[in-house]
């Protein structure tokens, strides 16, 4: 699936690839809800029907990203209410083996992730992931999404990699599309960014049941 001999770069995306989705879909789907509810005196169903489509209209959005938006729009403190359930945060399967291997192979690696530096700084704290990656960078410091193909142009100045040389592994389809679009030559998919979840049936990229099949070395 992967041909390490001719992989360079390696650009990793944090949440649904290295860290299991459920945290996040956990608490945009239940938590936040839960307390919005208990804002306004609403029911937890009342609650997502008022929420959910103002959560898909900005989807794919740098705002749909940004812990102060959704602080300043739901009149709620969203970096709060995620450290309130930090226990959910977790690494999925061989991904710490993964990247020490990465390392000793002299691989350029890098997490970059839209997540917003207050959610970055929550769940670096919470699995030391840092430790493993030299290089993190964060979408909001270029004020675009991944989904932008423009971004890559971008994160091409800030974090020089050859498109040929180079594999990213990322969760999401619109993302890994924008990548291809701008020419990155290696792209996976993951089948279980949540695993509580169902697995995706993703046809139009390769991709990974999890960090052992691609193991290297």
Known sequence: MVDWQQIDSVLLDMDGTLLDLYFDNYFWREHVPLRYAEKHALSVDDAKRTLFPIFRNKEG???????DYWSQTLELDIAQLKAEIDHLIAIHPYVIEFLDRLRKMNKQVALVTNAHQKSLMLKMDRTALHN?????????????????????ERLQGRHPFKKQNTLLIDDSLSVLRSAQQYGIASLLAVYHPDSQDVRRNVEEFEAIEDFDQIMPG
């Open 132 to 152: 493993h990656i030299e290089t993190i960078i964060c979408a909001h410091d270029f004020g675009m999404p991944k989904e932008n193909p423009e971004f890559w």
């Open 61 to 67: 959005t740098m705002d749909w990203y940004c812990v």
